[in-house]
């Protein structure tokens, strides 16, 4: 149904449509093939390519919760996530104290005929330190905790000095580590192996959950919420818009402002995001 | 409709940051002027390096099903086991969901991933004009699913931490899972290589070195123009 309408949107039908109902926009006829003249005077900040065919559009604003798609083939352009950088920090610190815990504890216990035997996290790694496996240990460490931690912190380096007005150097950097890496960060897989080598082995022995698993159930669940609460676009909003205004304070020392040229100073610029 | 490339306008990889490609900076390669990633209007030989990570992938695929990916001891007896052999013992122990969720991730998700990259691909190099948007969504899928199987290595590697009870039962992995490991990653990466903005480009714009004299249209009113690529011939 979705597919059909911005289909059919997208052929040439020009009038301006309304937007969508239930929690989901399409920018309806502000792709620029219809106006094609007024995409090239409009200022490079209002506009918006598609990462998935490149298509541009120019941004308009959308309701809080709701979803700017690509009227082409159907790409998530940006969210109007109802955010706060304060409801962010919480469950990032909540998420990274839930990691140290995950950390700290046995994550399962396993007893058979008297014998037992307990693991934790890390030791999954361990456990594949043989011969022609230190490959796949290395790498298993930076998908399961390595990757992770470093998101995590990152998020908190990006987000602290935001929440409190500072600046801290080389946050892009920071930003663009958390782009990249974020399809490597795999707690959530290794929290479901978990739960197939639970099925596997509950029918041959006794086994125990230990701390470290509910603590890492719950940082699962913290990572979906922070991902539902703030996700690249918005987080990049939120940096840009700190440079901005940064910029423009420091603009009014001094009168040279050739510099900030290119940081958008049009008021189109600051959608989305309401801090 | 336009695409950023036919305007000469470049969307940052990273931050979505639009910049527009100019004759000043022709001596410099591009970056993002916000957050300095490096721009290109397609992945710099997307076709080239997606063909090369996929075809490691098939070929690591290969000692992944033949070497055990771990071997079990009970009581003294050592048994080797393939990632088609844990599920039928999975099957036969009567968990069903489970012995599905386990082929799913180490047999159907792998082949299907090889198969629609494959596919991708040849549609790109033939430069298919049909179902776009069809092809756009199988690439979705394909990127989302593809970090999953590697949930058959993780089972592993929790099952050899666990069960390590001295004489009784032990389970140790097997190289195989690092075949499979393998195979997982490189499909990722073929994944991540391939570049979705090639699927809608009627002149394919492949290649990272954009001409930027040509490219680019200094002055704004004017039409926007056709991008040329000089990247490599990717047929």
Redesign the interface.
């Known amino acids: 149904m979705e597919r059909n309408s911005s289909k059919r949107d997208s052929s040439g039908n020009n009038e301006e449509t309304s937007l969508d109902c239930d929690r989901r926009q399409h920018i309806r006829d502000r792709s620029i093939g219809t106006h094609s003249r007024t995409i090239v005077e409009s200022p490079l900040e209002s506009l918006v390519a598609c990462h998935e065919c490149d298509l541009l559009h120019e941004k308009i604003e959308i309701e809080v919760g709701s979803v700017a798609r690509c009227v082409r083939c159907d790409a998530t352009l940006y969210v109007n996530k109802k955010n706060s950088i304060d409801r962010a920090l919480a469950v990032g610190v909540a998420a990274l104290i839930m990691f140290v815990i995950a950390n700290c504890f046995p994550f399962l216990k396993i007893s058979v005929s008297g014998n037992s035997q307990s693991m934790s996290i890390v030791s999954a790694v361990f456990a594949l330190s043989g011969e022609g496996l230190w490959m796949l240990a290395l790498v298993s460490f930076g998908f399961i905790l390595l990757f992770p931690l470093i998101r995590m912190a990152g998020l908190l380096y990006i987000l602290l000095p935001l929440r409190f007005n500072r600046r801290l150097p080389r946050v892009e950097f920071v930003f663009r580590s958390i782009v990249y890496l974020s399809p490597w960060s795999m707690t959530e897989i290794y929290f479901f192996g978990a739960i197939v080598a639970l099925v596997k082995l509950a029918s041959m022995a006794n086994i125990e959950l230990g701390y470290s698993f509910w603590a890492f159930a719950l940082l699962n669940i913290l990572t979906a919420a922070s991902l539902q609460m703030i996700d690249n676009h918005s987080l990049w909003e939120y940096i840009s818009e700190a440079k901005r205004r940064s910029l423009e304070n420091e603009a009014g020392e001094d009168d040279d402002t050739s510099g900030n040229e290119g940081y958008g100073k049009e008021e189109g610029r600051d959608f989305g995001v309401t801090v | ?5 036919q ?1 000469g ?1 470049v ?1 940052c ?8 490609l100019s004759i000043e900076r022709l001596d410099a390669p591009p970056k993002c ?5 490096r721009l290109h ?1 397609r992945k710099p030989m997307s076709i080239q390096r997606s063909w090369a990570w996929l075809t490691a992938g098939i070929l690591a695929y290969l000692p992944a099903n033949i070497f055990p990916i771990m071997v079990t001891t009970v009581f003294g007896d050592s048994e080797p086991n393939t990632i088609i052999g844990g599920f039928f013992v ?1 099957w036969e ?1 009567e ?1 069903y969901l ?1 012995a599905i ?2 082929f799913l991730a180490s047999v159907v998700v792998p082949v299907l991933k090889f198969l629609a990259v494959s596919y991708l691909l040849i549609s790109i190099q033939r430069r298919f004009q049909h179902s ?2 069809d092809r ?2 199988l ?2 899928m394909t ?1 989302f699913i593809g ?2 199987s ?17 004489s ?2 032990q389970i ?2 097997g ?1 195989g ?2 075949a499979f ?1 393998a195979t997982v ?1 490189f499909t ?1 990466l073929s994944a ?1 290589a391939l570049d ?2 090639l ?3 009627d002149k394919p714009a492949e290649g990272n070195r954009i001409d930027h004299r040509q490219s680019v ?1 200094p002055n ?5 123009t056709e991008l040329v690529a000089t990247g490599q011939r990717y047929e």
Do not use: H
């Not at chain 2, 590697?150 to 001295?166: E, K, P, S």
């Not at chain 2, 704004?220 to 926007?224: G, N, T, Y």
């Open positions: 409709m336009l695409t950023a490339a305007c306008l969307a990889p990273a931050c979505g940051t639009i910049t527009r002027q916000l957050c300095f990633a209007s999975l122990m968990s489970i969720v386990v776009k948007y756009t969504r690439f979705r990127e970090r999953w590697m949930i058959d290595v993780f089972v592993v590697a929790i099952l050899a931490a666990l069960v390590q009870i001295g009784v039962a140790d992995p190289i899972a690092t490991g990653i990722m991540l979705p903005r699927l809608w480009d249209n704004r009113d004017a039409q926007p």
